[in-house]
């Protein structure tokens, strides 16, 4: 079965700081990718997705994501974060196609002054 | 706001109790999923639906069950609750199966 992997269960950053969480994927053959951000109180919004191409994705928010295949990973990016990015961020992957995702835990990321 | 409505928000109610949570998709989306988010196992997929149809299924126990209206709507049976039943259930729906889901707020349930 699919499997996501997110590293992080928790990451306090500085404001301005860099942030870069990790994502890993179980499934070999063609697959779909998200990042989901949930922020307080609010219902799962999409960052970005990566379906093919080019493998660096830019999303919304200053977000981008690489997708590297040989390590299974997409790690999500942001040069400098802000107080407003606070919030669980998910991962998530399914085949392409009619497949569910299958989400990873979740990384609360809070940022602070 | 995704367009995807849920109700009720918050839902609290006894062991043993049957509860029913609605969810209307966005305008013209045909795919409906649910997903429970509890603290211990995350977000997972339960059911998905495509036009009035039975998709896919993913972790859902026996004690609950779905289904989808003409209309689209779809509503989550959940029976002989158990307190660890007590989540959040999210509804998405996406044009066809392939495609971006939208995400409901949410319903909260409290199994007391």
């Known amino acids: 079965a699919q499997s996501v992997s997110q590293h992080n269960h928790h990451v306090i950053l500085s404001e301005a700081a860099s942030l870069e969480l990790g994502c890993n994927y179980s499934?070999?053959?063609?697959?779909?990718l998200f990042w989901y951000v949930q922020y307080p109180g609010q219902h799962l919004q999409l960052l970005l997705k990566?379906?093919?191409?080019?493998?660096l994705v830019k999303g919304i928010k200053g977000f981008e994501a690489e997708f590297i295949k040989s390590k299974f990973s997409f790690n999500l990016r942001k040069p400098s974060v802000q107080w407003s990015d606070t919030a669980e961020y998910f991962c998530?992957?399914?085949?392409?196609?009619?497949?569910?995702?299958?989400f990873g835990k979740g990384t609360r990321l809070s940022v602070i002054a | 706001d995704s367009g995807v409505t849920q109700t009720p928000k918050h839902l609290i109610t006894a062991t043993g109790q049957r509860v029913t949570l609605r969810c209307s998709p966005r305008?013209?989306?045909?795919?409906v999923y649910w997903y429970q988010q509890s603290l211990d196992q995350g977000l997972q997929f339960l059911i998905q639906?495509?036009?009035?149809?039975?998709?896919a299924k993913g972790n859902i126990l026996e004690r609950f069950s779905a289904q989808q209206f003409p209309d689209l709507h779809s509503e989550l049976n959940l029976s002989s609750l158990e307190l660890g039943d007590s989540a959040l259930y999210f509804c998405?729906?996406?044009?066809?199966?392939?495609?971006?889901?939208?995400f409901g707020p949410g319903t909260r349930l409290t199994v007391l």
């Open positions: 998530a992957s399914r085949n392409s196609g009619n497949t569910p995702l299958v």
């Open positions: 499934y070999g053959g063609t697959v779909n």
């Open positions: 990566y379906f093919s191409g080019d493998p």
């Open positions: 305008s013209g989306d045909l795919s």
């Open positions: 639906y495509y036009n009035g149809e039975e998709r």
């Open positions: 998405a729906s996406s044009l066809g199966p392939p495609d971006e889901q939208f």
